[in-house]
């Protein structure tokens, strides 16, 4: 059967007791969507409900002769491979491999089944449901329960087609988002809606539900091979694997690059892979004659580089995409809540972005593969490997290598110091007392636009504290804690923005730097690996240097910036921010929340097009397009209609 690569949407209502699910459940949900494009199956205890996104007929529940039920939203890895250790046939789908390989090996060892994908799974006879995210994947899995009945789906917007789901937004948890920061993983922007994040599982039955890890990273394990090259050579193979993986069931692929070590990384392994078959990718640039200019330690524009990439690499099509028009997923972000039922955080963003998606549409790729989360893999800085050396006991080393970044880098030594070395070495009580003496204000502060004592009121830093998030975001940490931290908690909160494109654009985003087996290499080797010869993102710069990458992109200092265009575009939207914030002031919650009236001062003064202060890039291109965002959300989320 050919595989779709998994846009594929799940819902399933579970009955644990006597009480049976509620006629609105079947009559205004499952049959409806049965006889429309969906496959279900459904009683008065158990219904289950799977529907392709991208239309057409997509497999239905797996149901074996013992009742059991396997719903699956994904693909496998490697998965003709796996159908010969079933015993199965490579034309099946994989719901029906998944299912066989849970029947084979249990659920206890789901985290054996590579591949990317959300499943549930029934068991009539012990009364207990199953649901799972695998390790890494990119789906996430959201639920409900009010006694003993349990409701599920794939998005929150399918959760709340459920007539029995209430939509109540959870103060707390939504200035969590808000701010970046994460918390509790498992809680979403809505009171009693949960979601299970990559590498978790929940068990639930007619007593009780509980989390069970898949998988975690091991931080202690070490790995330690014979001599530079081998680790170059090893970290080639990993990255070749994770690229042929998320090529897998994608039948007109597309890829997102910049001009970056990560993309560039990317791109040759998929030419090598492609052969003779050209490899069709996507800039995002500024539009033509536009004058824009790139923060301090910046660039802003991608051309020159994905050029020399693409001269050293013949069957790699790299198509530039630019437009000053902003998306309608800015302009009206309703778009956005309706296909997740979640905030999305900073819709510009997703707009800036959606350039890129829009061109991929209507050339028909029905997956696009990107470098997301190669800062904290692959190209992974090595800021804190200084003091994790000094904690290793090789003081010298890490003093002596700090010395020739600096030097790399044209920054001073002993601002190099105090930041890679002091600041990550002090204890949390000292650092935190230090910040309080000098009257510093909270990191918090800078980040949102809050009314004055709203973050007090909903408990948000005794939140945080209590799930030791602070010294994650207020300064730097030792580098495995902060690499785990980024890839399992910050990655999953941002995991809607990518499913929101998918949604709207039909193109399934995948993270090829989110791969297990390339982080848990990472995690392992040498902290001098990501530093050597005196080079920040060392790992990255020799390997790409090993397969020819021009040094244009091998030896670039500085990074590129996103979106340098955000005055260009936010400009034309003023009026309608300015009509927002008056009818924000008629919603109780945000009119506590958000401060308008420093919202209004900051619309009142805004930038000139062409030279804003490179402060504002955050303050006004993220701050305050993330605060009205958040306001368009709890206002749609309250029922408004716009």
Not at 33 to 50: H, I, M, Q, T, Y
Not at 53 to 76: C, I, N, Q, W
């Amino acid at each position: 059967m050919k595989q779709n690569g998994g846009l594929t949407d799940l819902t399933g209502s579970v009955a644990f007791g006597t009480t049976p699910l509620s006629p609105g459940v079947t009559d205004r949900l499952y049959y409806p969507s049965r006889r429309n494009k969906g496959a279900a199956l459904s009683d008065d205890k158990a219904c289950f409900l799977s529907v392709p996104r991208s239309g057409g007929k997509g497999p239905p529940p797996e149901y074996d002769g013992a009742g059991r039920v396997t719903l699956f939203s994904g693909y496998l890895f490697d998965r003709e491979r796996l159908a010969r250790k079933l015993g199965g046939d490579h034309s099946w789908p994989d719901v029906r491999l998944a299912a066989a390989w849970i029947a084979h090996h249990g659920l206890d060892r789901l985290a054996d089944l590579a591949g990317d994908y959300a499943l549930s799974h029934w068991d009539p006879g012990a009364r207990r449901l199953f649901l799972a995210v695998a390790p890494m994947g990119s789906r996430l899995l959201y639920w409900h329960r009010v006694g003993t009945i349990c409701h599920f789906a794939t998005t929150v917007a399918g959760l709340h087609r459920i007539p029995d789901i209430p939509r109540v937004v959870d103060p707390l948890h939504l200035t969590a988002r808000f701010s970046a920061m994460v918390g509790d993983p498992t809680r979403t922007v809505y009171k009693d809606i949960h979601q299970i994040v990559p590498g978790d599982m929940l068990v639930a039955d007619v007593n009780a539900n509980r989390y069970v890890p898949l998988w975690r990273p091991d931080a202690e394990r070490r790995l330690r091979l014979a001599n530079e090259r081998e680790y170059l050579e090893a970290a080639d193979e990993l990255l070749e694997r994770a690229v042929a993986r998320r090529l897998q069931a994608a039948h007109a692929p597309a890829f997102l690059s910049s001009g970056g070590l990560d993309s560039a990384a990317m791109l040759t392994t998929a030419s090598r892979l492609a052969g003779d078959r050209k490899v069709r990718s996507y800039t995002i640039v500024p539009s033509p004659g536009l004058c824009v200019t790139a923060d301090r330690g910046w660039y802003g524009d991608e051309r020159a580089k994905v050029a020399d990439l693409a001269a050293s690499h013949t069957n790699l099509d790299i198509r530039l995409c630019h437009s000053l028009v902003p998306s309608p997923l800015e302009t009206n972000p309703a778009h956005l809540f309706m296909a997740t039922g979640l905030p999305c955080m900073i819709a510009n963003q997703i707009g800036w972005l959606d350039i890129a998606f829009q061109q991929m549409q209507q050339a028909g790729h029905d997956a696009v593969l990107s470098g997301q989360s190669g800062n904290f893999t692959f190209s992974y800085d090595g800021n804190l490997c200084f003091a994790d050396l000094i904690r290793e006991g090789r003081p010298l080393t890490a003093l002596r290598l700090l010395a020739q970044v600096a030097r790399y880098k044209q920054q001073g030594f002993a601002p190099m110091v105090r930041h890679r070395v002091v600041v990550p070495l002090l204890p949390d009580a000292f650092y935190y007392g230090q910040r309080r003496w000098r009257g510093r204000p909270h990191p918090l502060a800078d980040r949102t636009l809050t009314r004055p004592g709203w973050r007090e009121k909903v408990g948000l830093d005794d939140y945080l504290a209590d799930h030791g998030e602070q010294p994650f975001q207020e300064r730097d940490s030792r580098s495995r804690q902060q690499i785990i931290h980024f890839m399992l908690k910050r990655r999953a909160m941002t995991l809607p923005n990518a499913h929101a494109l998918e949604t709207v654009r039909g193109t399934h985003y995948r993270d090829v730097y989110a791969d297990r087996d390339l982080l848990e290499f990472i995690l392992a080797i040498p902290r001098d690996q990501f530093i050597l010869d005196g080079r920040n993102r060392s790992l990255a710069r020799r390997l790409l240097a090993m397969r020819g990458v021009p040094d244009s992109i091998v030896n670039e200092r500085a990074i590129g910036q996103q979106r340098v265009d955000w005055n260009h575009r936010m400009t034309p939207q003023l009026e309608a921010y300015a009509a927002d914030l008056d009818s924000f002031s008629q919603d109780g919650l945000i009119a506590e929340m958000l401060d308008l009236p420093k919202m209004r001062h900051m619309l009142a003064t805004w930038p000139k097009t062409d030279h804003p202060h490179e402060t504002m890039r955050l303050s006004h291109g993220f701050v305050f397009a993330n605060a009205m965002q958040m306001g368009r959300f709890v206002r749609w989320a309250n029922g408004g209609n716009q």
